[in-house]
């Protein structure tokens, strides 16, 4: 698992990014991290986190690295445990307020859903604040394009491809939308398909359900399922 939550790093970082940038006269660069993710409450899901921020501290030994979490309910929650976890926005304000010129925002989200959106405008507003970052760059979740489909189903297949026989299955689970970006579950499946015809993936509030996956696998005669978290 650790190498699974590694590729998704490595491969959120290499996507794709969307760059706003407003040039100024000024200092010597200062350069920063921003990972987002949508977050979690649970001590044990915080680990992969920590994990993939010593895999990014690694890439880039020199630069400071913060953390941000979209969900507010989360942040809500950790607060009242004690804990404080910065919003976009609010983790935004503070580095430019602690002189940062260059910032890279890096979505740790699956799919560019209404979470990515927000997130996308907070960056958008912070371009345009005047005398504030010089630059701030936001890259695009774990499965955006064609080329992060390709890899990632590949890497899956490659990965756990292994756990799949003629009786034997693998489920991913996924979280699901009711935003028009959760097409990119039943998008993802077809990648799969192509890679392994044992390979499925479901969704707890979007399409396809358990329930849509259920009827498939009796059909094929599948007998052992392995259940994997795909968020």
């Known amino acids: 698992m650790k190498s699974f939550l590694s590729l998704v790093i490595i491969m959120a970082a290499s996507v794709s990014l969307l760059s706003q940038t407003h040039s100024r006269d000024d200092s010597e660069p ?112 774990l499965l955006t394009t064609h080329e992060d489909n390709l890899r990632m189903s590949r890497f899956i297949e490659k990965e756990f491809g292994s756990l799949t026989g003629k009786h034997e299955a693998l489920v991913f689970m996924g979280h699901g939308t009711h935003h028009h970006a959760n097409i990119h579950y039943p998008a993802f499946q077809y990648y799969l398909n192509r890679q392994n015809d044992r390979i499925f993936l479901g969704t707890v509030e979007g399409f396809p359900e358990l329930e849509d996956v259920f009827p498939v696998l009796e059909e094929e005669g599948i007998k052992e399922i392995t259940l994997l978290p795909f968020m």
């Open 30 to 141: 200062n350069n920063g991290i921003l990972l987002v993710t949508f977050g979690t409450s649970i001590p044990r899901a915080q680990e992969a986190f920590w994990h993939i921020e010593e895999k990014v501290r690694q890439a880039f030994p020199e630069t400071e690295i913060r953390w941000a979490y979209t969900s507010n309910i989360i942040r809500n929650k950790l607060r009242s445990q004690g804990t404080s976890i910065d919003s976009p926005a609010e983790a935004l304000a503070k580095m430019g307020a602690e002189g940062f010129t260059h910032v890279a925002v890096q979505s740790l989200h699956m799919i560019p859903g209404e979470e990515f959106e927000n997130l996308a405008r907070t960056v958008w507003a912070f371009y345009h604040i005047p005398k504030g970052l010089q630059e701030v760059r936001l890259g695009t979740p």
